[in-house]
T-cell receptor, first 115, second 111 residues
Framework: ETGVTQSPTHLIKTRGQQVTLRCSSQ?????VSWYQQALGQGPQFIFQ???????GRGNFPPRFSGLQFPNYSSELNVNALELDDSALYLC??????????????FGPGTRLLVL | GNSVTQMEGPVTLSEEAFLTINCTYT??????LFWYVQYPGEGLQLLLK?????DKGSNKGFEATYRKETTSFHLEKGSVQVSDSAVYFC??????????FGAGTRLTVKP
């Protein structure tokens, strides 16, 4: 069984640029959530996708957007990058919607540095 | 809103010492509670969870009991090993798709 994978592992961008991060869910999982983890902090929920539809969003501006594809892989797009966007971005997949009941499986993350 | 407060680190212990990492929560409704562990260079892994009051989650010698009366979910282990060195996150989910994490507690176990 393949775990959750993310690419790239590291990325450096400059302020104002756009970035796309990718996530492949664990086999058979139809739900993916994205989190931002600033240095020394716990992960913060960005949004969740279930069967290609956004299913909830945290307190992040619209320049954070996402996609989920028919094979349940996912992208996180961030436009107009700001210095504060520098963080570890984690995706997590689960078998079904209910985060409170289903175990989420996390990928290793993409570390983004904005200069 | 829902939130989790956990003990600030870092925590440094000798091998075989007893571990407690405190976690308290604020939530509406009846949240599920989790402990995740993050080893260096890896993603978060679920360590244990409890979905209702008085439930005890356990895994790999770690335990935590869901205490509604004190809104707590403290993590304990009777005898830590060097391999337990990691960052530990307490988290809650209150029936929606938004999991709230604490800031994390870094544990270092010395031989």
């Amino acid at each position: 069984e393949t775990g959750v994978t993310q690419s790239p592992t590291h990325l450096i961008k400059t302020r104002g640029q756009q970035v796309t991060l990718r996530c492949s869910s664990q086999s058979g999982h139809n739900t993916v959530s994205w989190y931002q983890q600033a240095l020394g902090q716990g992960p913060q929920f960005i949004f969740q996708y279930y069967r290609e539809e956004e299913n909830g969003r945290g307190n992040f501006p619209p320049r954070f957007s996402g996609l989920q594809f028919p094979n349940y892989s996912s992208e996180l797009n961030v436009n107009a990058l700001e210095l504060d966007d520098s963080a570890l971005y984690l995706c997590a997949s689960s078998l079904n919607l209910a985060v409170s009941e289903e175990t989420q499986y996390f990928g290793p993350g993409t570390r983004l540095l904005v200069l | 809103g829902n939130s989790v407060t956990q003990m600030e680190g870092p925590v440094t212990l000798s091998e075989e010492a007893f571990l407690t990492i405190n976690c308290t929560y604020t939530a509406t409704g009846y949240p599920s509670l989790f402990w995740y562990v993050q080893y260096p260079g890896e993603g978060l892994q679920l360590l244990l969870k409890a979905t209702k009051a008085d439930d005890k989650g356990s895994n790999k010698g770690f335990e935590a009991t869901y205490r509604k009366e004190t809104t707590s979910f403290h993590l304990e282990k009777g005898s830590v090993q060097v391999s337990d060195s990691a960052v530990y996150f307490c988290a809650l989910s209150a029936g929606n798709n938004d999991m709230r994490f604490g800031a994390g507690t870094r544990l270092t176990v010395k031989p």
